[in-house]
């Protein structure tokens, strides 16, 4: 089955004097339980297109279905709820809210879902417990160091049991040996939660352990 469908994408940016073309007919599909990994020059729109793909920014042209969503069709209150369901998201920075304890950062996706307190915190110490910070439930995100912020941002995005990841450079502020830590974990939950990965990185190793290898250059994505 297919997770992930992308025809003729275009995206261009206007900025006054010139249009800036940054996807130029790009065409992808994935399967479901698939994992791939996205490289590219700095500048190169693998970020917007992770953006696209996650409803966060506006298509110019051209489809996407994901997840059984057609996005390029979408409101912003059906993006919300696909956004919301299906997607989960892993940026560079943890954006956890710092009043809120690890456990209350990764209950909070679900709680705004709909889910309850306690189903909610269940959910949150079973996805704690796989990025192996159990003894870290109550510790506020000052309290943590990077990695162990990521990891704790990796189990927020899949509280809602997303089908897709989209892991924009998860481990871009992390030294080796934590990227290497962050990296291992964020395999191991997409094998055992059985769900799609789609990660942006600059780890060219990376590309060993996924189904596919794609580089984006001149709005185009080509197997490596
Ligand atoms: N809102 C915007 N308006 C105009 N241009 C933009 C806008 N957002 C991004 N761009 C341009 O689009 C291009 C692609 O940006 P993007 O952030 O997707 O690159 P990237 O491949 O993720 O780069 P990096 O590896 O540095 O994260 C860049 O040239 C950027 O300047
Ligand atoms: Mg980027």
């Known amino acids: 089955m297919t997770i992930l469908e992308i025809s003729e994408l275009r995206k261009i940016y206007n900025t006054g004097a010139e249009d800036l073309v940054i996807l130029d007919n790009l065409s992808l599909n994935l399967h ?25 920014d506006s298509i110019s042209l051209g489809n996407i279905v ?26 560079q920075s943890h954006y956890l ?7 209350e950062n990764i209950a909070i996706p679900a709680r705004i879902a709909g889910m309850e307190k306690k189903a909610a915190m ?19 995100p000052s309290q943590l160091s990077g990695g162990e912020r990521q990891r704790i941002a990796l189990a927020r995005s899949l509280v809602n049991d ?14 080796e040996k934590n990227s290497r830590i962050v990296e291992d974990i964020l395999f191991s939950l997409v094998e055992d939660y059985k769900k799609s990965l789609l990660l942006v990185t600059h780890n060219l190793f990376l590309a060993e352990r996924v189904d596919h290898s794609l580089h984006l250059s001149c709005g185009v994505l080509k197997e490596k």
Do not use: W
């Open 32 to 56: 479901q339980g698939s994992s791939t990994v996205i490289t590219g020059e700095s500048g190169s729109g693998k970020s917007t297109l992770l953006n696209l793909i996650g409803g966060l």
């Open 66 to 91: 994901s997840c059984g969503y057609p996005i390029h069709e979408m409101n912003e209150k059906q993006l919300t709820e696909y956004r919301r369901k299906s997607i989960g998201l892993v940026f």
């Open 97 to 103: 809210l710092k009043d809120f304890n690890a456990l």
């Open 122 to 140: 269940e959910r949150a110490c079973e996805l704690i417990d796989k990025v192996g910070l159990s003894e870290r439930r109550e510790h506020f």
């Open 162 to 175: 997303p089908d897709l990841i989209l892991a924009d450079e998860p481990t871009g502020n992390l030294d």
